[in-house]
């Protein structure tokens, strides 16, 4: 599967971004998806995951509340809606799907793979 994050850009604090991720390849509705983050400096961080469907999911405690994860199997697409942003969101963001020998629930990059091209979201104070 190959992925691509679109959807950056930059927005005030407490404004809102919404982030797609195209896959290609191989039957999309199989995986679990991931996005994560990687602001400058820094080491890229896990941010939320998707199941075969929007009831399964799972998120880092900084975006719970703030974030949602989606998914649209029929045109092989997984969203990132993010409200109430602040300074701290800003980085690069990634999509990527789980191993299969992932255990469900995991947040480690290790995984994950088929990492796309991320896309940069900024949030100005």
């Known amino acids: 599967v190959q992925l691509q994050a679109s959807g950056g850009g930059l927005v005030q604090a407490g404004g809102s971004l919404r982030l797609s991720c195209a896959a290609s390849g191989r039957p999309f509705s199989r995986y679990v998806m991931g996005w994560f983050r990687q602001a400058p400096g820094k080491e890229r961080e896990f941010v939320a995951a998707?199941?075969?469907?929007?009831?399964?999911?799972y998120y880092a405690d900084s975006v719970k509340g703030r974030f949602t994860i989606s998914r649209d199997n029929a045109k092989n697409m997984v969203y990132l809606q993010m409200n109430s942003l602040k300074p701290e969101d800003t980085a690069v963001y990634f999509c990527?799907?789980?191993?299969?020998?992932?255990?469900?629930?995991?947040?480690?990059?290790?995984?994950?793979?088929?990492w796309g091209q991320g896309t940069q979201v900024t949030v100005s104070s």
């Open positions: 998707i199941g075969w469907s929007d009831d399964i999911t």
């Open positions: 990527a799907l789980k191993r299969g020998i992932a255990g469900w629930g995991t947040r480690e990059t290790t995984d994950f793979g088929s």
